[in-house]
């Protein structure tokens, strides 16, 4: 049985009844109007109907900006410099977010153009302090500074020092966007910053031995990284494979000369350095437990270490042994 109160009807809408003029109405669905004698309606209970309603399909220009009003916005960011044709306004794509999402959503701008998402996604959340975060795909697409409608984001790009692409602009609105949104809402909390990723392989090398010539190909693979990659790359690709969220904490502290990541608070310690000897061991691996006892993570810590950076096995076994004897017992190898 429904309450009195959920079985009060909805503005209701006319019906076709039976050939007998009676359907419905044994089981109160018929109403006849407040006077008894008007044409019948079929009543819809608010028991029945969804939450929510379908809003409006008219978007003025007060509410939803102009192209016009996107482009003076981007002047404002830029310093006067106008530096695309259309640009989408701030207000339209804040509004398509507060229509389509939620406060904790995750939004993707595959043609993120002059970054217009992540700029409306930063003011809803200042609107509503929400927590919602962005991705933004942008190909490195250059500019011609021979072409006259490129050529001032071109100039804008060389003062920057920055490479002459759309992306770099994108990311430079980004960085001006949050600064802005900041300063308008002081009381404003949430996150603003961003962090910048770029398609490439794996860091790793994969096994693809030459038959005629293995033995070559084994110590070919001795160190199994790609040269010219980085610890940040190391480390990114790390917390892809373990499942982690890129925006996850990442501390960093310089420990006996190498450079230790604490993430998410120290539920993983990365040293990726490309050098460990053995008179580095036993302080690197002091300081790494010493650092973990200052960040006292809720769960077990696992650390991870470059296998070829060890001098021998020796110095690989003597910090696993440090680190077992100060419960540190999830040691693994990259």
Known sequence: ???????????????????????????????????????????KFLSEVADGLTPSTWWGHD?????????????GLFDGGAFFQTPKPVKLLQK????????????????????????????????????????????????????????????????????????????????????????????????????????????????DPDRDNLQQSLLDSIDHIKPGRTEADLLYELLLKLGLDLCVPIEQRGIAGKTVHAIGGGVLLACLAAKIGRDEVEPLALGIINWRKELAPAGDST?????????????????????????????RSL
């Open 1 to 43: 049985m429904l309450s009195k109160s959920l079985r009060k009807p909805i503005p209701s809408y006319p019906i076709k009844t039976g050939l007998d003029g009676t359907m419905g109405i044994a089981d109160d669905r018929i109403t006849f109007g407040a006077s008894g004698d008007g044409r019948p309606m079929l009543k």
């Open 63 to 75: 509410e939803f900006g102009t192209n016009k009003e996107a482009s003076l916005e981007l002047k």
């Open 96 to 207: 398509i977010c507060k229509l389509g999402t939620e406060r904790d959503d995750i939004i993707i701008d595959f043609f993120a153009g002059s970054a217009t998402t992540g700029h409306a996604v930063m003011v809803q959340n200042a609107t509503d302090s929400g927590n919602r975060r962005y991705i933004l795909v942008q190909l490195p697409e250059p500019l011609n500074i021979e072409n006259k409608d490129q050529k001032n984001t071109a100039d804008f790009c060389d003062k920057l020092g920055k490479p002459r692409t759309i992306a770099e602009l994108a990311k430079e609105r980004l960085r001006r966007a949050g600064q802005k949104i900041k300063t308008e809402n002081p009381l404003f909390h949430g996150d603003v910053g961003f962090r910048v990723f770029k398609l490439d392989s794996s860091n790793i090398r994969a096994w």
């Open 303 to 331: 650390c991870i270490f470059r296998d070829s950076a060890f001098s021998d096995d020796v110095a690989k076994t003597n910090l696993e042994a440090i680190l077992h004897q100060h419960g540190l017992c999830n040691v």
